[in-house]
């Protein structure tokens, strides 16, 4: 009967065991994603920062001239296209709010 002990014993210890690597694993593996979700976000916090300077960038540039620079024409055609755009949907719902 000893041996019966003895291996129900080490089967319940091994089975332990086993239990508290896995729940190690588990929590290293949650503790891993949540530092690199944490660093996804501060990456992407970082990239809306540079867009933003971009975009501030991009706006004194327009607003400080006249004509557009060799190489923007697009960008400033289309920005003055959506300025007049802008514009006349401003008027149009305006008229549409009066009636």
Do not use: C
């Not at 960038?57 to 620079?69: D, H, K």
């Amino acid at each position: 009967m000893g041996n019966f002990m003895d291996s129900f014993k080490n089967v319940v210890n091994d089975a332990a065991n086993a239990l508290t690597d896995a729940a190690k694993d588990v929590s290293g593996s949650v503790k891993e994603y949540s530092d690199v979700s944490k660093l996804k976000r501060a990456l992407k916090n970082e990239e809306y920062k540079i867009n933003s300077y971009y975009a501030q960038m991009g706006q004194r540039l327009y607003e400080s001239n006249t004509v557009a620079p060799a190489g923007m024409e697009e960008q400033f055609n289309g920005i003055k296209a959506s300025k007049a755009e802008i514009e006349r949907l401003k008027v149009e719902i305006s008229q549409r709010e009066k009636h």
